[in-house]
């Protein structure tokens, strides 16, 4: 997600989830547990903690989410 859009969630008291599913993470099949806290010190970093929720989208994904293999 753009960082104007991250700005304009913070104006309009919206969440956004952070996913476990590791293609929206890396653009790859592979991801870690640190690529997930990456995001999500990235998000609370730019616009609070307080925006930030986990989505972890696992419902008919055909890949290992990190922390899981």
């Given amino acids: 997600m753009p ?7 913070k ?3 919206g969440v956004i ?3 476990f599913y590791p293609v929206f993470l ?7 547990v640190t ?3 990456n995001h999500i010190h990235y998000v ?3 616009i609070g903690v307080d925006y930030v929720g986990l989505g972890a989208d ?3 994904i055909s890949v290992t989410v990190p922390g899981n293999g």
Avoid: F, K, Y
Avoid at 3 to 9: A, F, G, M, R, Y
Avoid at 26 to 32: E, K
């Fill in 44 to 46: 609370a970093d730019r």
């Fill in 35 to 37: 690529d997930i806290m």
């Fill in 17 to 19: 989830m952070i996913p």
């Fill in 11 to 13: 104006v309009n008291r």
């Fill in 58 to 60: 696992l419902d008919g």
């Fill in 26 to 32: 890396t653009c790859s099949n592979n991801a870690t």
């Fill in 3 to 9: 960082d104007d859009v991250l700005d304009e969630l």
